[in-house]
């Protein structure tokens, strides 16, 4: 199993900053990728960016221009930072990571997510 520890969230004011980063450790064989999705109310879960492990990166594209996800591949961390943050943005952000198996198949695994508001 692997586990995931999220940090950061929290409330903030329109046009602000904050954080957010993830480690991975327990029974990670072979990462593929590593990132960070949301999910809002009544809505369902998207990307928000991930890593994939030969470096390429993937954005949401709500978020392109105003999130940079950066991260240690040999350490399985990984660092959002959410500048010019607006209400939309509210939502809880799981960490995710996938690896591949003993057989050879990614698998899937989520943290608990951490809660972000953004609100006047």
């Known amino acids: 199993q692997v586990q995931l520890a999220e940090s950061g969230g929290g409330l903030v004011q329109p046009g602000e900053s904050l954080n957010l980063s993830c480690v991975a450790s327990?029974?990670?064989?072979?990462?593929?990728?590593m990132g960070w999705y949301r999910q809002a109310p009544g809505k369902q879960r998207e990307l928000v960016a991930r890593r994939i492990s030969d470096g390429f990166i993937e954005y949401g594209d709500s978020v392109k221009g105003r999130f940079t996800i950066s991260g240690d591949n040999a350490k399985n961390t990984v660092l959002l930072q959410m500048n010019t943050l607006q209400p939309e943005d509210t939502a809880v952000y799981l960490c995710?990571?996938?690896?591949?198996?003993?057989?050879?198949?990614?698998?899937?695994?989520w943290g608990q997510g951490t809660q972000v508001i953004v609100s006047s």
């Open positions: 995710n990571f996938v690896d591949y198996d003993s057989s050879g198949t990614l698998a899937d695994y």
């Open positions: 327990g029974r990670i064989r072979v990462m593929y990728a």
